[in-house]
């Protein structure tokens, strides 16, 4: 089974600087999707940014970049010019290629961003 | 506005009673999750839905119980079977390949 590690429970950042939160995975699979999601204090869960496995190019939206590195299962969410609106909690997730139309993910435990004004 | 939606945003529950949780959604999405989460962990996969009159368990099934008669809605019921239902629920529906959207999400406290 696929596991998701987020190292980091919590991280801070001053407004206007950048920040990156990291993201391991476990799997065997080749073909797979990776996901940043986002959950303000409204609990409301937004989806930030999808990586393919299959594509080298890193995933961009905005201000917000990832860094994809297969070999290493690893695939961490770079913010750019950080806004008050940012902080929330942050989850990184895995899909499977392989289960069919499913749309399973897989969630880590989240990493809870602090913004400082 | 398309979108998925909850009800309610807050219910209270007695020990020993069912509760139903509502999700529906207007996006035309095939599959719809449920979710449970906790403090301090990530989201845990309760059911599942790829198509209507169709459902499959998750992680974290025993105690709930779905239904999908129509695509655009996957009712969760929590039953008195569920020893610690006190959590927060969200639920899901995807399109292929795009990931899953998610509504506002149902805070259930067991009194």
Known sequence: AQTVTQSQPEMS???????????????????????WYKQPPSRQMILVIRQEAYKQQNATENRFSVNFQKAAKSFSLKISDSQLGDAAMYFCAYRSLTQGGSEKLVFGKGTKLTVNP | DGGITQSPKYLFRKEGQNVTL????????DAMYWYRQDPGQGLRLIYYSQ????????DIAEGYSVSREKKESF???????????????????????MGQFFGPGTRLTVL
């Open chain 1, 13 to 35: 950042v001053q407004e206007a600087e950048t920040v990156t939160l990291s993201c391991t995975y476990d799997t065997s699979e080749s073909d797979y999707y990776l996901f």
């Open chain 2, 22 to 29: 509502s999700c529906e959604q207007n996006l035309n999405h």
């Open chain 2, 51 to 58: 198509i209507v009159n169709d459902f499959q368990k998750g």
């Open chain 2, 75 to 97: 009712p969760l019921t929590v039953t008195s079977a569920q020893k610690n239902p006190t959590a927060f629920y969200l639920c899901a529906s995807s399109i292929r390949g």
